[in-house]
């Protein structure tokens, strides 16, 4: 096990290039499945979740290689069908394979799919609709078997926004006989990424980002280069962080558009911000005041950006309430944002944020990757010294976080323990 050290009470200044989005990287690598040609993803990070990935694709059967920031998959000679149970228990995103497998293969193994444990995460929807586009599917010993000779479109309406169920039933899709229409569909920007590759490998989808999305089956798809969207949860990250510490921050590679529930937080909080051109400009002096923050799906504030936006409420003035609609169990920082001195109650699925005048130096553990994102941020910010337990959460989204953060003014350093 890692943990970092950390001395707290610097504000942040320079530049910081945002990586390629975790939640855009992951449901391309699956899409890569549907080809036997070459595919190509640029500026591909290096965090864990992608490894993985990569991993279960090898698994299949692809050739992969990494050159500089260029991830290559080759198709060519795959043939498995079975996602192995321990990688796809350290995944969750390893579910989106499902979609792409059945569309290569005709078939489809996996274990119930991993990840952060932040709450109940069912995937009935994934599974009620690849069953409507006629997949056979088998749930039993803790695996689930999915046959289908032949997928046919499909009106397709989900119960909720879900992105993981929206992006597998297009992976599937794609390959159908026919037309498949998703109502009431995730609107999030890497579905239209997704969509976006998926156009460039020769697929016909049409109206990703909104509520409804069409797709028109086509026999096969070829090889692609692309470069994925940025990361705006990582972009996110770094403004919280320097609204908390104060000082000025470039963001490079970043999109406002995709940001624009937190940007306009932190502009209603005195933090000023300017957008142009692939960059987010932040100027702050700290002691913030933001009252209510409400997760929604997107356009509405991200759940992604929860713990984090909780740990700047912790050293703001007046009080707080974060509401997490979308996790029952997102909360995991919490006590360890306590031993720091912060002042929470949390009923449910609020929680009760009375701000102070500074964190203090503490020992804390990361329970999940954006909870341990957001005690680094409360460490950097807070008086004395702090350590950071268990990075692997951390490790699974953010590229070189602790370099970048250091990079910045950051006192970071990672040990073994």
Known sequence: MEKYVIEGGVPLYGEVEIQSAKNAVLPLLAAAVLTEGRVVIHKCPRITDVLNMVQILEELGFATSFLGGDLTIDGAAAANHEIPSALAKELRSSVFMLGSVIAR????????????????????????GLRRLGVQINEEGGYIDCVCSRLTGAEIVLDCPSVGATENIMLAAVRAEGETLIRNAAREPEIADLANFL??????????????????????????????????????????????????????????????????????????????????????????????????????????????????????????????????????????????????????????????????????????????????????????????????????????FEFKLRALGARIRRVRI
């Open 105 to 128: 293969f005709g078939r489809a193994r996996i274990a119930y799919p991993g990840g952060c444990d932040i709450g109940l995460r069912p995937i009935d929807l994934h599974l009620s």
């Open 199 to 400: 156009n460039r490998m020769g697929a016909r989808v049409y109206g990703a980002g909104t509520p409804t999305v069409r797709i028109e089956g086509v026999p096969s798809l070829r090889g692609v280069e692309y470069t994925p969207i940025p990361d705006r949860i990582e972009a996110g990250t770094f403004l919280i962080a320097s609204a908390m510490c104060g000082g000025e921050l470039v963001l490079k590679n970043a999109d406002a558009e995709n940001l624009t529930s937190l940007i306009h937080k932190l502009c209603e909080i005195s933090c000023k911000i300017h957008a142009d051109n692939g960059k987010i400009e932040i100027q702050s002096r700290g002691r913030v005041s933001p009252k209510l923050v409400e997760t929604s799906p997107y356009p509405g504030f991200p759940t992604d950006l929860q713990a984090q936006m909780m740990a700047l409420a912790c050293i703001c003035r007046g009080s707080t309430v974060v509401v997490e609609n979308l996790f029952e169990t997102r909360f995991k920082h919490v006590p360890e944002l306590i031993r720091m001195g912060a002042d929470i109650t949390v009923r449910g699925r609020s929680a009760f944020i009375r701000g102070v005048p500074s964190l203090k130096g503490a020992d804390v553990f990361a329970g999940d990757l954006r909870g341990g994102a957001a005690l680094t941020l409360a460490a950097i910010s807070a008086e004395g010294q702090s350590s950071v337990s268990d990075l692997s959460h951390i490790d699974r989204g953010y590229s070189a």
